[in-house]
């Protein structure tokens, strides 16, 4: 076989493996859009559920149902049976056509739509979307609570108030103006969306929070079981970069 044959064969070869390697990668690819459109089973609502409702009555009413959901868009804690959550009541009122997610159940509810835990009362609060982590925070979230003031004579100021805290709902969404004035005494007037977040807290450090939420700003930051909070120094101006 001369030279120019043999080149052939080899080019043939060559050109055989390549197109080997592409109907693999194009296989692959196929089984990778078929995983991230998979679906599964979670439980949805099918009517709306209010708070204060047991997980009980609202399945023996029908109000929920199990249906498909992609599985990249599956919420975390939802769930797939009606066994799940027994025993627990809905913190706040479940909309037709969400995910139950063990997140929005919590304890006994006495006398309010809430459930707060023994020895605590709810209060809320009025926050924008960043001081409120841009809407991740939802009943059964703990969070720390952060307080931002500029009420002279001190200096500016921004410090945690309280290192966990359970949130037992989220309310309505408004809108608030907030003034800026620069240096200069130009003023900026904005339309702010804010939402009322509700906490469970002790006495005092419902007082505290009322205080705070009347004489500076509030954030919240979200916490998970992992995340470790402890009390820390004011951050002012001239600590800032330190």
């Known amino acids: 076989m001369d030279r120019r044959k043999i080149l052939l064969v080899l080019a043939a070869v060559i050109a055989a493996f390549g197109t080997l390697l592409v109907f693999l990668y194009a296989q692959g690819a196929d089984n990778r859009a078929k995983e991230d459109i998979e679906s599964v089973q979670v439980l949805k609502a099918v009517q709306t559920i209010e708070p204060g409702e047991t997980f009980e009555d609202a399945a023996a009413a029908g109000k929920m149902e199990p249906q498909d959901v992609p599985k990249d868009q599956v919420l975390e804690g939802a769930q797939s049976d009606l066994t799940g959550l027994t025993g627990l009541k809905?913190?706040?009122?479940?909309l037709t056509g969400e995910q139950i997610v063990s997140g929005r159940w919590g304890g006994t509810v006495e006398n309010t739509s809430l459930a707060i835990p023994?020895?605590?009362m709810a209060i809320s609060v009025n926050l924008t979307d960043p001081a409120r982590v841009a809407g991740f925070v939802s009943p059964g979230s703990?969070?720390?609570v952060f307080l931002t003031s500029s009420?002279?004579?001190q200096p500016a100021f921004t410090r945690m108030l309280l290192p966990r805290v359970q949130v037992l709902g989220v309310g309505t969404t408004s809108t608030i103006t907030s003034t800026k004035t620069s240096d200069d005494g130009a003023q900026t007037t904005e339309q702010l969306p804010?939402?009322?977040?509700?906490?469970?807290l002790p006495q005092k450090d419902a007082q505290r929070v009322i205080f705070a939420a009347a004489n500076?700003?509030?954030?919240?930051g979200l916490?998970?079981?992992k995340t470790k909070v402890a009390k820390a120094p004011a951050v002012t101006a001239n600590t800032l970069l330190q």
């Open 90 to 94: 809905a913190t706040s009122r479940i």
């Open 118 to 120: 023994d020895g605590m």
């Open 142 to 144: 703990e969070v720390s």
């Open 151 to 153: 009420e002279m004579p």
């Open 194 to 200: 804010a939402t009322l977040m509700t906490l469970a």
């Open 216 to 220: 500076g700003e509030l954030a919240f």
């Open 223 to 225: 916490l998970t079981d």
